[in-house]
């Protein structure tokens, strides 16, 4: 039975004075973006350093995907609760917070002599990171009014965009002339910025109606589907789709979100109100997201190593040639956050995703031999269209929701992002190996190559589905060159297909699109009419 028991209200939160710095809207939004700055670099940056981090701990090729696949899945399991955290006790200090445990996290990363406390500490990363996010985005929503939020979220969007794809670019310039270590290091000046900006500017906003209580079991059992569910996404690849495993992870995971979805029915404060999702703005925001990141983040996956084994680049060349995505971003998001304010995110979305669609049409058929002409206008094409969906979504899902679940929304939100994120990879992982397995080996006989026995074909598959050529030391030029051309046809008919997929996911998400509106919830804090 649903429990009628009002919440007692907290006191309102005391306006800013109007000449201070604390509070002040324009300067909020530098303080969070310098802290969500160094979250959203380093989901990219450390991928650079990880043949260097592999090969001075001697770690495993799996001991190396740990280093990723913890900070990933410690982000996603906690964005949720983070939010309703800062709900509870502040998104000012729920920021500061994450700011020093990330800062300092980051540090003891670049002091470890074992792979194991690398990936301990990786794994703190992306809880701390996890009080940023939303934490950031519930400041954002109280600070700004709602004339001036899309262009706070468009600068926002533009900040976690350039962060991403500027990574690799920076990790690479900092392993190649320093040492991986510093891919960390480099956090913790951040941090201190970050801090200092956040102790000064921010201002504490809370709710009349702030949430007073935990609902402990909701936090176990949304937490426990978040894990078994990502976990079943990053270890499908090994135990395979059709393994038992897999299946009982996703099914513990269904199992898990139906208890708690029945569970929120029935507690006094729950973690997320299911009439959230009565909101159906809210509900096609998050799907959106998701929508967004499986195409997004899957596809760029097969396009890093198509950079960097088909075409030879080095990961900062490789960074530089995705220079148009992140200009684009850079450029669009603020635009794209000014022409939501004026005509409302439908039309916006709906125009990103088919943008976006286009996007990845084009890098399907791109070959081993296209020129850097030809890719730099499908990745800015993709920038153009990512730019008001990142920013459009968020102020779906942000402002469409209550003032007090703010931090709930903002969590809601990023864990989209992060599940589509690895759903995308899982999923078209899947379809590249299925392609390569299909294909290679008949081009492999029809290229006259000597027959590979059950075992060399597996290794020779895992090495073509990210463009390597697996070419044995001492063979032949003449064989080499044929082993090469075989490996990247093949791998480019897998991309091909993966792209097609993405482009799919893309076309649906245009229709969801179409579902969101202008945020409901929308107001403006207290003090923020001093813009």
């Avoid at 009349?208 to 176990?220: S, Y």
Wanted: aromatic share 8%; glycine share 12%.
């Amino acid at each position: 039975m649903t429990s009628q028991t009002t919440v007692e209200q907290a006191p309102p939160t005391t306006a800013p004075s109007k000449k201070g710095l604390r509070g002040h809207p324009w300067l909020t939004l530098i303080a969070v973006a310098v802290g969500v700055m160094m979250v959203a670099l380093d989901g990219t940056i450390v991928a650079i350093a990880n043949p260097a981090i592999q090969k001075d701990l001697g770690a495993s090729f799996a001991d190396v995907q740990w280093i990723t696949n913890g900070y990933f899945l410690a982000l996603a399991v906690a964005l949720i609760t983070a939010g309703k955290l800062g709900d509870r006790f502040g998104h000012r200090q729920t920021f500061l917070i994450g700011i020093v445990g990330f800062a300092a996290a980051s540090g003891a990363i670049g002091l470890s002599h074992t792979i194991a406390l690398v990936v301990t500490l990786r794994v703190f990363q992306g809880l701390f990171g996890a009080l940023l996010m939303p934490a950031a985005l519930g400041l954002l929503r109280a600070t700004f009014p709602a004339e001036k939020l899309n262009s706070a979220l468009g600068i926002w969007g533009m900040v976690i965009g350039a962060s991403t794809a500027g990574g690799p670019i920076l990790g690479g310039v900092l392993v190649e002339h320093i040492s991986w270590q510093s891919v960390f290091f480099i956090n913790v000046p951040v941090g201190v910025i970050a801090l200092v900006l956040g102790a000064f500017i921010l201002l504490d906003h809370r709710a009349e109606n702030a949430p007073r209580k935990f609902d402990l079991l909701g936090i176990l059992l949304l937490s426990g589907a978040m894990f078994c569910l990502v976990w079943a996404l990053i270890k499908a690849p090994t135990w395979g789709w059709g393994a038992g495993t897999t299946w009982t992870f996703i099914g513990v995971s269904i199992v898990c979100f139906v208890v708690f979805a029945l569970w929120e029915n029935r507690v006094e404060e729950p973690l997320i109100p299911m009439t959230l999702f009565k909101s159906v703005p809210v509900s096609a925001g998050v799907v959106l997201m998701a929508l967004m990141a499986i195409a997004f983040l899957g596809g760029l996956f097969f396009v890093t190593f198509y950079l960097q084994n088909v075409h030879g680049m080095t990961p900062v060349d490789a960074g530089l040639h995705l220079l148009p995505l992140t200009g684009m971003m850079i450029v669009a998001s603020p635009v794209a956050g000014m022409l939501i304010t004026k005509v409302g995110p439908r039309i916006p979305l709906a125009g990103g995703m088919i943008f976006t669609t286009l996007a990845m049409l084009g890098m399907s058929r791109l070959g081993v031999g296209t020129g850097t002409g030809l890719m730099s206008l499908w990745f800015a094409l993709l920038g153009l269209g990512l730019a008001p969906v990142m920013v459009g979504a968020t102020e779906v899902i942000v402002g469409n929701s209550p003032m007090e679940l703010s931090g709930v929304a903002g969590g809601l939100q990023q864990a989209a992002m992060q599940i589509g994120g690895s759903l995308g990879t899982a999923v078209l992982g899947a379809v590249m190996a299925s392609r390569v397995s299909s294909q290679l080996p008949g081009k492999w006989t029809g290229a006259g190559l000597p027959p590979l026995k059950p075992a060399q074909l597996d290794q020779a598959s895992q090495a073509v589905q990210v463009g390597t050529a697996p070419v044995p030391p001492g063979t032949p030029a003449g064989i080499a060159e044929k082993i090469t051309t075989v490996a990247h046809d093949t791998f480019m008919s897998g991309m091909t297909l993966a792209c097609l997929v993405a482009a799919a996911v893309g076309f649906v998400a245009i229709f969801v699109a179409l579902l969101t509106k202008r945020g409901e919830n929308a107001d403006a804090a207290a003090g923020a009419a001093h813009i």
